[in-house]
């Protein structure tokens, strides 16, 4: 089995929910004998990926000329492999190829919350549409995704594939090592964009913070309008109250994690939602939406609540932080959940993909 991906598009970063992915399934399509090919339309100075140990990957060069050239000679070229799969969530251009085309699509909320995304990224993913006419399978992180992908671009359920996200235990598990921040804190991870929800957790932990001794953290990075964000903590007379951790490094993330005394996820939509889970791994009890892929993956193991309404989730906070029996409670619900999860099924899931339709 010959795959190939498009190395330009994913050689960036292996801490964003899509860089881990792409990420770990090369590394472990290699560990598994894949033969896995990176083409590049100009070979880059350093790369993340060469860092894997005992992996070989055979770099394809092709001219850099322009975005459109590009991505046509890039489908040229691939004729030569089994399979060319994106794992962007923004496909590749149409072309002439042998090999079966396969794209992820990790989420569609750009149509679902168009005021969330800037034009450019609203631009991107409506043009899938007509990418997906020459894409011989999609693979998708969630059952609910799954359903919105065949709603919103009309095409048949039997072409897209569940493929869940995994989660590195050896990495993401309760720390030993000494807490980071000394005072008791309620986390959120994730970016810091309306989008996730933040300002309904802005409302709701303003609404019982003189219930509570713990301050909020907010963990991430920006994005899309992260300046309302900011301005709301101002307005809330939050300051004090609220500390940001910007770009922190996973070690970072696992250390806050590990002694946070509750993790809040409100997204209003997810694709997979992949911070509620590294939270389970490493011990702390989570309160997420009951909405999109988060109500399928963490109903039963985390409390859920409608991110909008402010009052339920600053009660939920309370519930938890007075709550020993609970949080206990939740805290086992979460290891049993991360079990379900990991990279080499995801891997291996997807490599039955390939197989299906290659042999197609």
């Not at 399509?29 to 590049?40: I, K, P, Q």
């Not at 309404?309 to 609970?326: H, Q, R």
């Amino acid at each position: 089995m010959k795959v190939a991906f498009l190395g330009d598009l994913i050689d960036v970063d292996s801490k964003t929910g899509q860089g881990r992915y792409s990420y770990s399934l090369i590394s472990g399509l290699a560990d598994l004998g894949v033969d896995v090919t990176l083409l590049y339309a100009d070979l880059p100075d350093k790369s993340i990926y060469k860092s894997i140990d005992k992996k070989t990957y055979r770099i394809g060069s092709l001219p850099l000329i322009n975005e459109y050239v590009k991505n046509r000679l890039i489908n040229y070229r691939s004729g030569e492999f089994d399979i060319l799969h994106d794992t962007t969530n923004y496909g590749m251009s149409p072309g002439r190829s042998k090999a079966k085309k396969i794209i992820t699509l990790h989420d569609i909320g750009t149509f679902r919350l168009p005021q969330f995304y800037r034009d450019y990224t609203k631009s991107k993913m409506d043009s899938i549409r007509t990418i997906l006419k020459d894409t011989d399978a999609v693979i998708t992180v969630s059952e609910f995704q799954k359903r919105e992908i065949a709603d919103w671009y009309g095409i048949p359920e039997d072409m897209i594939f569940v493929v869940y996200h995994g989660i590195d235990t050896m990495k993401f598990s309760k720390t030993q090592e000494q807490r980071l921040i000394s005072e008791d804190y309620i986390m959120y991870l994730g970016n810091i964009v309306p989008r996730k929800g933040v300002h309904h957790l802005l409302n709701g932990f303003n609404a019982v913070k003189k219930k509570l001794p713990h301050n909020l953290l907010l963990a991430g990075v920006r994005g899309y309008d992260s300046e309302s964000v900011f301005s709301m903590i101002n307005e809330l007379g939050l300051n004090e109250r609220v500390m940001v951790k910007e770009c922190p490094d996973d070690n970072e993330v696992i250390n806050f994690l590990s002694y946070a005394t509750v993790f809040v996820f409100p997204s209003l939509y997810e694709g997979f939602g992949m911070p509620p889970l590294e939270a389970m791994a490493c011990g702390c009890p989570v309160i997420t939406s009951n909405n999109s892929s988060l109500k399928e993956l963490y109903e039963d193991s985390a409390i859920l609540t409608d991110p909008e309404d402010t009052d339920g989730l600053g009660n939920s906070i309370l519930s938890l932080v007075n709550e020993n029996g609970a949080n206990r409670d939740l805290i086992s619900k979460g290891y049993d959940k991360v079990k379900r999860f990991s990279w080499e099924n995801t891997v291996r899931n997807t490599l039955k993909v390939y197989e299906e339709v290659a042999g197609a």
